[in-house]
């Protein structure tokens, strides 16, 4: 399946442009860093300190970072495929944990990650397709790797950001972010529906849309070709800062690669009376 999928983006990605170098090889090691960090929230603007919008909770969330590095065997010279993934796991909340690796399991799989219970199978699973394709074009390495960090806290709510990055050939490789906003109250993964009140997920996105529309004008300075072949998306991922909620998309969604991964800002202002009171600056 990844032969055939490199051979359609090797496609896509000549027409698409011919940018980005695959990121550095690291030599073959498994560790896993025992320091543990504890994650406070970087400020979006002065705000009193008292304010739990700026602590998520009474105490730190506590984390210890992982890494687990990989290179295809036998490997006598470059290229060399290699996996290094890099994520977080939560001493404190196990359920945290769990519902990291798990999202960032189905991430670097693409989706096809039935059968899959560890990020060494991922790691196993990838470098054994790049040594079939290594058959076909040696010249070739693969690479696969992740970074999970906490970008902050808002209203008890963690928000994670898992970063991903696959190269299998062609002009470039994928970045992939997706964000995930864990209730540390509630000790469940919340979704943008979550923060909705009832009936007016309709009514936001309808702002949201407003919010691509001052993009496009603003960022993007798009003429009717690129409002056409770019329309705008939902999306699932999305944070909560003092601006409003940020709506994040990956590359390839409303813009061209050379664009990245764009966000859209709806500002609270234009939110009143769409957002649960909790979730409220």
């Known amino acids: 399946m990844?032969?055939?999928l490199s051979s359609l983006m090797f496609t896509l990605f000549l027409t698409g442009c011919g940018d980005s170098d695959a990121p550095a090889r690291p030599d073959q090691t498994t560790r896993q860093d025992a320091q543990e960090t504890t994650s406070t929230p970087p400020d979006k603007q002065p705000a009193d300190p008292a304010d739990?919008?700026?602590?998520?909770?009474?105490?730190?969330?506590?984390?210890?970072p992982q890494t687990l590095e990989r290179k295809s065997e036998p490997c006598p010279e470059d290229p060399c495929s290699s996996v290094t993934l890099q994520w977080l796991t939560f001493p404190e909340d196990p359920a945290l944990t769990e519902a990291l690796e798990n999202s960032l399991i189905h991430q670097l799989s693409n989706g096809e990650d039935e059968g899959v219970s560890s990020l060494a199978e991922v790691a196993d699973r990838f470098l054994a397709d790049a040594r079939k394709a290594e058959v076909a074009d040696s010249s070739i390495g693969w690479e696969l790797t992740s970074k999970v960090a906490v970008g902050g806290e808002w209203r008890d709510i963690a928000n994670l950001q898992l970063?991903?990055?696959?190269?299998?050939?062609?002009?470039?490789?994928?970045?992939?972010?997706?964000?995930?906003?864990?209730?540390?109250?509630?000790?469940?993964?919340?979704?943008?529906a979550d923060i909705l009140q009832p009936g007016k997920e309709e009514a936001f996105w309808a702002e949201a849309a407003k919010a691509?529309?001052?993009?496009?004008?603003?960022?993007?300075?798009?003429?009717?070709e690129f409002r056409d072949n770019w329309p705008f998306q939902q999306t699932?991922?999305?944070?909560?800062?003092?601006?409003?909620?940020?709506?994040?998309?990956?590359?390839?969604?409303?813009?061209?690669?050379?664009?990245?991964?764009?966000?859209?800002?709806?500002?609270?202002?234009?939110?009143?009376?769409?957002?649960r009171e909790r979730y409220l600056p």
Do not use: C
């Open 236 to 275: 699932g991922d999305f944070d909560m800062t003092y601006d409003g909620v940020e709506l994040h998309y990956n590359v390839y969604s409303i813009g061209p690669y050379a664009m990245g991964q764009p966000e859209l800002t709806v500002p609270w202002n234009k939110l009143d009376g769409l957002i």
């Open 163 to 192: 970063e991903t990055y696959e190269f299998t050939g062609g002009a470039h490789g994928m970045p992939v972010l997706q964000l995930l906003n864990w209730d540390r109250r509630e000790l469940r993964r919340i979704e943008l």
């Open 2 to 4: 990844r032969l055939l």
């Open 52 to 64: 739990p919008a700026d602590h998520g909770g009474d105490t730190p969330l506590v984390s210890k």
């Open 212 to 224: 691509h529309v001052r993009w496009l004008e603003q960022e993007a300075q798009a003429d009717d």
